[in-house]
């Protein structure tokens, strides 16, 4: 059951797009395109240009997208979404999208983060078929238009240093000034760029800019640089270059090599637009662009989307690695316990729009709570573990009780859980001097073990130092689940395991990677804003035999009454290791009930 009347999802996604710096007047914008968007059969903003191409017969009705990742990290949560619009538009419309890594800088750039983006790509859903390609594959092409432009006097080498350039680029308000070297003769420039090339100058000693417009309002049209010289040698292309293309001169080029009709990127690039149509058209004739379309970043409270952030997180080892739990990488959420349909679903509610805005990580939580809910197994497990013992139960003696695997999910069937006379429970499912809405053990009162007997407790033993050693309590023999005796009403019902049975396992529990909401809007440096205790260990946790035999890597299970747990790669026979996903509680979705 989806939680969210069909009406309320527009509420939904206006609430969750806002953010403290947003003003009334985007939300009504928002509102607006929200309304657009269900008087057009859901399709999204972009989903609609696209459609409007189809039917207008662009591209001789064709639709290509891509994603163009840069391998220089792992896979983010933002990313999701770019993959999500690229290859679901694609999907939707029986059109193709390419993967293209985007490897125009070896210094950054390495093979491990291409099998992992390849992966990740793979795991939430999407499939590129045939259609992988490499920038480095156009650095041929890309360079003999450079060659041409300089022959046509649009392209200059400039020997000031990087310092020396973003003096003289002026403000939006004031013109730029022109670079001493930007009428030097053709020959010189051909002549330079090619030694640049044989690495006959050190990195940095000068760069290739396009002569357009120093004066140009818009900032990126005063000579932007096209290559830059870089001695690393790249992984796949070795020594062959010594020159490596920016961005802007490689980007749009390559989208019209690879026959893109759509290419579809995040509100940043909004700016580069008019350069990267320049540039393509130095290529294109009338009958084919591709057509840069731009939508909202998504950005997570209480985590950063930065890459060059998050390596530094990995590098520094303030994380565990890129596929650190809490990590927001694809990996990290993958290894927390998420699933794709989660992500996807998500990424769904938020939706596509022309305004920044700061998501709520609760929804993301939400979203994987409703997921797991329909898939996760049911299981006992014990998180902090007291021994209640049953004083008039056999002291032999065991019972197999049958407990639902899933009761969201009829195929899950049952499955067998021992009894016996000594239990572990959690220590907070007792009090001795309780108060008075405290409905679960206390001495003198009836409490039901899930799927077994009402027992009536009897009293406790102390330790030494004072601490609860050891509850007891009579069982109700009348009262076994599924017995006339157990429609007794009993207010409280608490899950145990069995202790002879019980199989002990290492729990890793999770908070917020950061203390504070937007860690990106605050001064001063990032790291001091990590939280100190977002990963606890507990290596005491009693969980049923059962699950013990047949957790696998990946697996999610809901521990009855404590949240959804998975099974980390680090776990194997002898030391099972559970990850916390999520609790069960969701409070977003008792935040939204209310405001409904
Ligand atoms: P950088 O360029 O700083 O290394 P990046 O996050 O932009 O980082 P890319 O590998 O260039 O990384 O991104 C690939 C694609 O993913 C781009 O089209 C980009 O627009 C998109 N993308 C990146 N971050 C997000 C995000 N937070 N939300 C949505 N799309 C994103
Ligand atoms: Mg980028």
Partial sequence: MRFIPVQARFFLVILINSNRRRTKLNMAENNIEIAEESANEGLNFVEQYIKED???GKNGGRLNTRFPPEPNGYLHIGHAKAIIMDFGAAEKFGGTCNLRFDDTNPQKEDTEYVEAIKRDIHWLGFDWGDRLYYASDYFPKLYDLAIRMIKEGKAYVDEQSSEQIAAQKGTPTQPGQNSPFRDRPIEENLDLFERMNKGEFPEGAMVLRAKIDMASDNMHFRDPIMYRIIHTPHWRTGNTWKVYPMYDFAHGQSDYFEGVTHSICTLEFVPHR??????????ADESYCPRQIEFNRLNLTYTVMSKRKLLQLVKEGLVAGWDDPRMPTLCGLRRRGYTPESIRNFVDRIGYTKYEALNHIELLEHSVREDLNKKAIRVSAVNNPVKLILTNYPEDKVEMMEMDS????PEAGTHQLPFSRELWIEREDFMENPPKKFFRMSPGKETRLKGAYI????????????EIEEIYAEYDPETRSGLP?????????????????AVKAEVRDYDRLFSVENPSAEEG????????????VRDNVMVEPWLAERAQPGDNYQ????????????SRPGHLVFNRTIGLKDTWAKEMSKSN
């Fill in 54 to 56: 189809l039917e207008a």
């Fill in 274 to 283: 008019p350069l990267y149509e320049y540039f393509v058209k130095e290529l």
């Fill in 406 to 409: 899933n009761p969201e999910d």
């Fill in 455 to 466: 027992v009536k407790c009897t009293g406790c033993k102390h330790n030494d130092n004072g």
């Fill in 485 to 501: 005796g157990a429609d007794r009403k009993v207010k409280g019902t608490l899950h145990w395991v069995s202790v002879p049975h």
């Fill in 525 to 536: 440096d990032f790291r001091d804003l990590l939280n100190p205790d977002s990963l606890k």
């Fill in 559 to 570: 521990f009855v009454r404590l949240g959804y747990y998975t099974v980390d790669p680090d």
